[in-house]
């Protein structure tokens, strides 16, 4: 299994990037997967989770302002953000649950970084003030 996630760039704050998951080896559509992401010097945390029945979850910090989706065709995960802020400023991770058809799972389950088996190699984001 292998994610490649792109996307990433410089942005002025208030501004908005679409960051892109290409899988190969899994159907996206049939696994939850994921974004997190890391800022320098600080751990790594949830951004955002879609689940193969397509129900959402997001961190309190991007409720609003990114969107999680997938186009099935295309087997890409992708997040759209928006009102971008330097806060925003780390690199995003994409991740993908092996677990198949995961839909029934506590919210804790798919926020958190240890249910998922498969990452990306991350893409930097960068929001200047």
């Known amino acids: 299994v292998q994610l490649q996630a792109s996307g990433g760039g410089l942005v002025q704050a208030g501004g908005s990037l679409r960051l892109s998951c290409e899988a190969s080896g899994r159907t996206v559509a049939n696994y939850a997967m994921a974004w997190f992401r890391q800022a320098p010097g600080k751990e790594r945390e949830f951004a955002a989770a879609?689940?193969?029945?397509?129900?959402?979850y997001y961190a309190d910090s991007v409720k609003g302002r990114f969107t999680i989706s997938r186009d099935n065709a295309k087997n890409t995960l992708y997040l759209q953000m928006s009102s971008l802020q330097p806060e925003d400023t780390a690199i995003y991770y994409c991740a993908l649950d092996e677990t198949f058809r995961s839909n029934w799972q506590t919210a804790g389950y798919y926020t958190s970084s240890t249910t998922y088996n498969y990452w990306g190699q991350g893409t930097l984001v960068t929001v200047s003030s």
């Open positions: 879609l689940t193969p029945s397509r129900r959402t």
